[in-house]
């Protein structure tokens, strides 16, 4: 059973086209990055699943259902990118207070535990910290025990060791058979926090897979060394050459061929090399190519 299906989905404000024909299958039980720079259509896609916004054309299922049935039947737990909580509030009333709303809630008890929020239980909202604030969030968003979970940028104003816990916290609530969908621009937290990695550029998937198979999916690595005042003209005729940096006396060149191009480096070229180093290419090189490219 698929937990998300977008069929050619577009969606334009006026002239803008936030989302391009957006085909997309998420099957249940399943954890989903939408790894995306500023602007990619990511927010709009989320959006649309949670039946805020209409696509323009196209057509969304949520378990099979629209988006308003599957926000209706407290399928859906969303962690948007705003959101402010009732300031005289304590947590626990506010996590009571939403989890009266849901059909099947899970127990008040397990929520604070989920979100790490069991000691601040009693504190006022309007005396939360940034970083406790989103927790509460996120125990709204898990309160009505929803199957799937949608969360926008839910880390971004968190510190590093609030990020962690962050998502340990998702894993737990994942691990129970839920599907969750989320949107970042940190490609550590993709990689780190999903089975499943889909980049999206301009309003289109420019790449979907594991992180494993996007890495491997961009030109291979990279040369680098130091070259002296030696000219690098004639180093893109190399094999395996895909480009040439230049940058404060070192030259890199990004190669599909790393063995063939150090062959030809060393055996063709009378060039000084020094210092050289080899580097596979990351998530970082594989995101950069496929949202340039795009
Ligand atoms: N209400 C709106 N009216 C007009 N244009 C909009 C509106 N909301 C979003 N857009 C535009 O649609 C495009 C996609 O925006 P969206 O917020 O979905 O991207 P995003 O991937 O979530 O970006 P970010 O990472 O910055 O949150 C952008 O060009 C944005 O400027």
């Known amino acids: 059973m698929n937990a998300i299906a977008f069929t050619d989905v577009t969606k334009s404000y006026g002239s803008v086209l936030a989302v391009d024909g957006l085909t997309l299958e998420v099957p249940a039980g399943s954890t989903v990055a939408l790894l995306g720079p500023n602007g990619a259509g990511k927010s709009t896609s989320i959006n649309m699943l949670l039946g805020l916004l209409r696509p323009t054309s196209g057509d969304i299922r949520v378990f099979g259902e629209t988006p308003a049935e599957a926000v209706r039947h407290g399928s859906i737990g969303a962690m948007l990118q705003e959101g402010t909580l009732i300031p005289e509030l304590t947590v626990a009333e506010t996590v009571e207070f939403i989890r009266r709303l849901y059909p099947d809630p899970l127990p008040l008890e397990e929520i604070l535990r989920l979100a790490d929020l069991t000691d601040l239980a009693k504190r006022r909202a309007d005396k939360l910290s940034g970083g406790q604030t989103q927790r509460v969030r996120f125990a709204l968003a898990v309160a009505g025990a929803p199957k799937l979970l949608l969360l926008d940028e839910p880390t971004a104003a968190m510190d590093v060791e609030s990020r962690r816990s962050f998502w340990d916290n998702m894993r737990a609530y994942a691990a129970q058979g839920r599907t969750i969908l989320f949107a970042t621009h940190y490609l550590e937290e993709a990689d780190e926090n999903s089975d499943r990695v889909v980049v999206v550029a301009r309003g289109r ?37 895909t480009g040439v940096e230049l940058q404060g006396g070192r030259v890199t060149l990004r190669t599909a061929d790393a063995d063939a191009t150090l062959d030809a480096l060393y055996r063709k070229t009378t060039l000084d090399v020094r210092d050289l180093q080899i580097h596979g290419a990351d998530l970082e090189d594989a995101f950069l190519a496929l949202t340039q490219e795009a």
Not at 206 to 233: H, N, Y
Request: aromatic letters at 2%; glycine letters at 16%.
């Open 205 to 241: 998937v420019v790449a979907d897979g594991t992180a494993a198979e996007i890495k491997a999916s961009v030109a291979g690595q990279s040369v680098s060394f130091r070259l002296g005042d030696q000219s690098v003209s004639g180093l893109d005729g190399l094999p395996g050459i």
